[in-house]
């Protein structure tokens, strides 16, 4: 496997995706927070101010993450297309290097949830003959993931790709 890393990013639009994604996590995480403090209070139960400065740090922490974290994520998720297979680097704490060769390839399909569509966004997941099971490449634009699937598929040998 080639230990540089691969040459091709996810659309840079995937951090403004992942950023949402992450603040309404973050939302979640308060949300549950205030019905919990709710919950303590009516059963009599003091939460008193140190309930309500955990929930808000945890809620900070969350939307600070989503400031930061989608930028980590996108500049090390990188992909490219070798002779070999599919090559797929990401991970900013810990990095995973994948190289999927054409031959184990079974299937490749694609997903665009409604908040990736508000995007122009496409996640492609590429099926594995093998233990591994899958990999997928998140964020992608429709045109390029249209091209990157009838490629694999080609080079799998299958005329035809979902």
């Known amino acids: 496997m080639a230990l540089r890393d691969p040459t091709e990013h996810l659309d840079p639009k995937v951090r403004r995706l992942w950023a949402v994604q992450d603040a309404l996590g973050a939302l979640g995480v308060g949300a549950a927070g205030a019905v919990l403090l709710v919950g303590v209070d009516a059963t009599g139960a003091d939460a008193g101010g140190a309930g ?9 922490a969350a939307l600070g993450r989503a400031a930061w974290a989608p930028g980590l994520r996108w500049r090390h998720h990188r992909y490219e297309v070798l002779d070999e297979g599919l090559y ?3 991970g900013w704490l810990v990095r995973r290097r994948h190289l999927v060769p054409h031959a184990r390839v079974q299937t490749v399909d694609t997903r665009s949830d ?4 508000a995007f122009g966004l496409v996640e492609v ?9 899958s990999v997928t490449l998140p964020g992608l ?10 490629v694999l598929a080609a080079r799998a040998g299958h005329d035809q790709a979902t």
């Open 52 to 60: 309500v400065a955990l929930v808000v740090v945890v809620a900070l």
């Open 88 to 90: 797929i680097a990401s």
């Open 114 to 117: 409604p908040l990736m569509r």
């Open 125 to 133: 997941e590429v099926r594995t003959a093998s233990h591994q099971g």
């Open 141 to 150: 634009a429709a045109d390029v993931a249209d091209d990157l699937v009838a």
